[in-house]
């Protein structure tokens, strides 16, 4: 059983930083594949970042050149995505899912592509 877990979501000024980590386990094909949602509420679930198996990345225009996501795997137990976010902007508050899945969906920003949901993790930016 896949499991993914999300963390390091909570307050910050605009401007400022955060990075959300999560960890998948065990590493599969079918999550090989991974990536950072968001949803606030009265919207609906939106992709905001992904990467691959190579280090491909895609990211949403609302966070390009602010939002850079990177990933870090030892062995085929586990592999650890980070989403780090810069020069927050009010807008960015939601709560942030990260999610897996295997090609060939790899570069989809559909969350009903996704296999594999973490719990989610509150980020708030105040103005």
């Known amino acids: 059983q896949v499991q993914v877990v999300e963390a390091g979501g909570g307050s910050v000024q605009a401007g400022g930083s955060l990075r959300l980590s999560c960890i998948v386990s065990?590493?599969?094909?079918?999550?090989?594949?991974m990536a950072w949602f968001r949803q606030a509420p009265g919207k609906e679930r939106e992709g905001v970042a992904g990467?691959?198996?190579?280090?491909?990345?895609?990211?949403?225009d609302s966070v390009k050149g602010r939002f850079t996501i990177s990933q870090f795997s030892l062995d085929n137990a586990k592999n650890t995505v980070y989403l780090h976010m810069n020069v927050t902007e009010p807008a960015d508050s939601a709560m942030y899912y990260c999610a897996a899945t295997g090609p060939p969906h790899c570069y989809s920003r559909r969350a009903v592509d996704f296999n594999y949901w973490g719990q989610g993790t509150q980020v708030t930016v105040s103005s």
């Open positions: 990467i691959d198996t190579g280090g491909q990345t895609w990211y949403a």
């Open positions: 065990p590493y599969t094909y079918s999550g090989s594949c």
